[in-house]
Structure formats: C-alpha cells, structure tokens
C-alpha cells in the first residue's frame, strides 16, 4: 500500500461518488432557480431613466503649431505669369534653333510634364539627338527627362541647380489653372491645349502616388467658411479653366456639420494631390542623371553666350529669366510668400481659411497669405520677407482652430 495517500482505496472511491453527487445537486438546485428568474415578469425600475449616450464627438484635427517657435524659414518665389499662357513654339537664331517652354505663371508644377512632351516634341521635330536645356527648375528638368526618355542626349545649364531654384519654393498643390493667362489675351483654342497638357500632366503625376518616397500624395483638404477677411473679385480677367476636368480627382463634397473637424467652420472637403517637392525634385534629378543626362552651373549675360552653345537645339525652359534674356516684355512677376513650419507628420491634411492656404508637406507645413484675389503679388517682383504678413498668416491659421 502507498503511503503517499491519506485514504484507503476502497473509503476514498465512496466519498469521491458521495462528493460528485453533492455537486450535481447543487448545480441543478442553481440552474432551476435562473430559470425560475427568466421566466419571471420583469420589474420596472422605480429611478429615473437613464440618460441618452451622448453624441459623437467630431473627431478634431491636431492643429498646426503655427507660431514662431516652429517656424523653420521664409522664402519667397516669383512666378513667370504671360498673359497669353505659356509660350511653346519654335524660334530660330540663324542655324540655331530654340524651343521656348516658359511663363506658366501658378501651374508650373501641374502642367510640367504636358508641357515637357509638347516642348521635346517639337524639338525632336528638327531631326537632332542633342539637345541643351536651360533651366534646373521643375519645367527644365520634366523637359530634360522627356528628351532622354526619346533616346536624346541631353546637357541642362543653370545658374541654380534644382534645390536652388524658385520651383523648390513652390506651394506644391495640384492647380493647373493658377494663372495661367488672361482671358483677354490667350489665343484661340488654348483651352483644348491646356486641357492636353493638363491631362497628360495628372497621368504621368498619378505614376509617382504609392512610391516609398511619397513624391505625390493625395491629402485630404477642406475649405473653411468665416474670417474677417472680404473677396473682392480681381480687376483682371484672369483665365478660370477645369470645369470640365473635375472628373480628374475624387469629387470635394459638403462637410457633416457633426463630424466637423473645426469648431463650424468647414464647409467642404476633398482630396487633393500633393507635391511633396523636396523629395520631388530629388527623384527628378536622379532619374535624370542615372538616364545619362549632364548638368553645368552656368549663367548667361547675354543671349549670344547662350546662342554659343555647342548644341544645334536649345530648350529655354528659364522661366522668368526669359524676360530678360530672349525680350520677352510681357512677362509679369507675381510674387508670393510661403512660410514653413516644421513637418509636423501627426497633422497630415490642409485648408483654405480667410485668406490663408495651411498644407502640411512631408518637408514642412505651408503656410500662405493669397490675398483678397488673384490680383495679390501682381507685377511685385520683390523678393523680400515680409515679416507682418509672416505674422498675419499665423494667426489666421491659429484662428481656424477656435
């Protein structure tokens, strides 16, 4: 017999059966009276009854942290605005010929590639293979790229190399139609050549979304209603274009006055595409140098140096500097100041709010003053910073979030 049990064998079998019965027992006894109680007629209570659950909050947006402690520079960025939209056409200087890609005023960005084909287009038409650029701005190197992309060689000469140029100070919204002429002053049947560029523009643009690097993003962006400040209509007639190109990006829709993010400010909502032109520009110039293509820092006084280029075509993609250097007089400078706040990645979204744009950029948060109208900047070429219209810009975006 095994000592290590307390019991006998034989007394210990029956008092496990006598403990298994007891057990069932009571779990019987307890299972008939939480029946008893189901079926029993509910008590109503005598207290008063309780009360609704609140509504959802609106889930709120962590705000910009728009003061000077984050504010990390202030650049400002002419744009080359021609009355009659951008200038592509062919040109010839004795045996050289020159393409001009310029003047694309607010749009630079939105229409480089459509306007990059058109322009390489019509320089492969002069049965040459090399070609020179001028220009390291977003239309210089789209314009470089399509060249290569054709099995060109290809050399650009700048002053300012990509980083330096105004297109790195750009807003980085997808706005193909932001000045880009007068409607008084357009040619007949730009339309239908804006519409080219525009949509060949947003497919190549649509190519780069998804990219590890995030080049172009779409975000989302709402329009807020209030402020103190008044929209007075423009005393030009600047070009309004796209109503029939809303098909390109998912449709802005109203906002749900309970889901509002802001305290009843937004109106409406969308998403908008999104250049992320610091990462942009560098993948740009990547992929033109790994295609083989040259870059030479070089300034030109005067057209003839330009003129003594060793190629036979020269693209002149120099934006405002084509004022100056290939007698374009109606070129107008449009000035605009953009200050950047920090990235601030935990507020990924934008609005349009009394007079001021806020998007938050992978390389910073962009905040501008637009103005009453389009008039705001016109023929301003100063490139100065203003430092009320820094301070008035950050408390508007302040203001957004009372």
């Given at each position: 017999m095994n000592s290590r049990f307390p019991f006998h064998g034989g007394k210990a079998m029956r008092t496990d059966r006598e403990g298994m019965q007891s057990n069932r027992r009571v779990f019987l006894a307890g299972g008939a009276a939480a029946l008893a109680a189901s079926c029993a007629p509910t008590m109503r209570a005598t207290g008063p009854a309780p009360s609704?659950?609140?509504?959802?909050?609106?889930?709120?947006?962590?705000?910009?942290?728009?003061?000077?402690?984050?504010?990390?520079?202030?650049?400002?960025?002419?744009?080359?605005?021609?009355?009659a939209g951008p200038r592509l056409?062919?040109?010839?200087?004795?045996?050289?010929?020159?393409?001009?890609?310029y003047g694309h005023g607010g749009s630079g960005w939105s229409l480089s590639w459509g306007c990059a084909a058109q322009a390489a287009?019509?320089?492969?038409?002069?049965?040459?293979?090399?070609?020179?650029?001028?220009?390291?701005?977003?239309?210089?190197?789209?314009?470089?790229?399509?060249?290569?992309?054709?099995?060109?060689?290809?050399?650009?000469y700048a002053e300012d190399f990509p980083a330096e140029t105004r297109s790195a100070r750009a807003t980085g919204v997808w706005s193909p139609s932001s000045r880009i002429g007068l409607a008084s002053e357009v040619p007949p049947g730009f339309a239908q050549r804006w519409e080219e560029?525009?949509?060949?523009?947003?497919?190549?643009?649509?190519?780069?979304?998804?990219?590890?690097?995030?080049?172009?993003?779409y975000q989302t962006q709402y329009y807020l209603r209030g402020g103190v400040m008044e929209r007075t209509p423009a005393s030009r007639d600047f070009l309004e274009l796209g109503r029939g190109l809303r098909n390109l990006n998912p449709p802005w829709t109203d906002t749900d006055p309970e889901r509002d993010p802001f305290p009843g400010k937004a109106r409406r909502k969308g998403q908008s595409m999104i250049f992320n032109v610091t990462g942009y520009f560098d993948r740009l110039a990547r992929q033109f140098e790994r295609r083989g293509g040259r870059m030479v820092r070089r300034a030109f006084a005067e057209r003839s140096e330009a003129l003594a280029l060793p190629e036979?075509?020269?693209?002149?993609?120099?934006?405002?500097?084509?004022?100056?250097?290939?007698?374009?007089?109606?070129?107008?400078?449009?000035?605009?100041?953009?200050?950047?706040?920090v990235p601030q990645p935990r507020a990924r979204?934008?609005?349009?709010?009394?007079?001021?744009?806020?998007?938050?950029?992978r390389d910073g948060v962009?905040?501008?003053?637009?103005?009453?109208?389009?008039?705001?900047?016109?023929a301003n070429a100063s490139e100065s910073v203003d430092a009320a219209e820094t301070d008035r810009a950050l408390a508007t975006v302040r203001r957004a979030y009372e």
């Open positions: 609704p659950p609140p509504p959802p909050q609106a889930p709120r947006r962590e705000p910009f942290r728009a003061d000077r402690e984050h504010l990390m520079k202030v650049t400002v960025c002419t744009r080359p605005f021609r009355p056409e062919i040109e010839r200087f004795g045996e050289k010929t020159v393409v001009h890609n287009a019509l320089a492969r038409s002069q049965g040459h293979s090399e070609f020179a650029v001028l220009g390291a701005g977003v239309i210089g190197l789209t314009t470089a790229l399509r060249l290569l992309e054709s099995g060109a060689r290809v050399t650009i560029w525009t949509r060949y523009s947003h497919a190549r643009h649509l190519q780069m979304v998804g990219l590890d690097d995030a080049p172009i993003e036979p075509v020269i693209l002149n993609c120099m934006g405002y500097g084509a004022k100056s250097l290939w007698g374009d007089e109606t070129l107008v400078p449009v000035r605009g100041q953009i200050n950047w706040l979204y934008g609005f349009f709010y009394d007079g001021v744009s806020a998007i938050s950029r962009i905040i501008q003053y637009t103005g009453p109208n389009d008039d705001f900047g016109y």
